[in-house]
T-cell receptor
Framework: NAGVTQTPKFRVLKTGQSMTLLCAQD?????MYWYRQDPGMGLRLIHY???????AKGEVPDGYNVSRLKKQNFLLGLESAAPSQTSVYFC???????????????FGPGTRLTVL | GQQLNQSPQSMFIQEGEDVSMNCTSS?????WLWYKQDPGEGPVLLIA?????ELTSNGRLTAQFGITRKDSFLNISASIPSDVGIYFC?????????????FGTGTRLQVTL
């Protein structure tokens, strides 16, 4: 099992450009999450999904859109990138949202995005 | 959004020393979690705590869920070089399907030989 994978690993964008980050998991998890990590800020939840075809806003959703067309994939889109979106983006998945196994969120290796 | 305060922000210790770090919140949580993040990797869950006052160990790691439900502590005994990394606490307050984790700001641990 590959666990949680993310593509790309690195990306540099110019302000106003768009891009999509792909997250894939092969653990048949229902729940998937997108976080951003900034220096001194810890991880902040952008959007999450409780199942195929569902999405919900997290703590910092503005400027991002997501889609969960397939259970194993969770896409994060930036329609018009801004320098404030320079960050490291982590995808995670879990078996269920609550309960002991739900707290075991498995994280991908991250995508480092720079917006110039 | 809410952030959890972790202290210390960073620490240098010598191999073999014990380490203590803590996490505090202005609001209560039902669950406290501790993650470790290695350079260039995503966080990995170390310990999960589900009950106020609970003390749980995982090898050389021991964590406690504070009685007030507003804090948690992580101790690492006899540190080794592979303990280097960033340790994050996370709290969760169950609100049905809207349950989400709130992460702390991290404690960076560096071990000197």
């Amino acid at each position: 099992n590959a666990g949680v994978t993310q593509t790309p690993k690195f990306r540099v964008l110019k302000t106003g450009q768009s891009m999509t980050l792909l997250c894939a998991q092969d653990m048949n998890h229902e729940y998937m999450y997108w976080y951003r990590q900034d220096p001194g800020m810890g991880l902040r939840l952008i959007h999450y999904s409780v199942g195929e075809g569902t999405t919900a806003k997290g703590e910092v959703p503005d400027g991002y859109n997501v889609s969960r067309l397939k259970k194993q994939n969770f896409l994060l889109g930036l329609e018009s990138a801004a320098p404030s979106q320079t960050s490291v983006y982590f995808c995670a998945s879990s078996f269920q949202l609550t309960g002991r196994s739900g707290y075991t969120q498995y994280f991908g290796p991250g995508t480092r995005l720079t917006v110039l | 959004g809410q952030q959890l305060n972790q202290s210390p922000q960073s620490m240098f210790i010598q191999e073999g020393e014990d380490v203590s770090m803590n996490c505090t919140s202005s609001s209560i949580f039902n669950t406290w979690l501790w993650y470790k993040q290695d350079p260039g990797e995503g966080p990995v869950l170390l310990i999960a705590l589900y009950k106020a006052g609970e003390l749980t160990s995982n090898g050389r790691l021991t964590a406690q869920f504070g009685i007030t439900r507003k804090d948690s502590f992580l101790n690492i005994s006899a540190s080794i070089p592979s303990d280097v990394g960033i340790y994050f606490c996370a709290g969760q307050l169950n609100t049905g399907t809207a349950s989400k984790l709130t992460f702390g700001t991290g404690t960076r641990l560096q071990v000197t030989l």
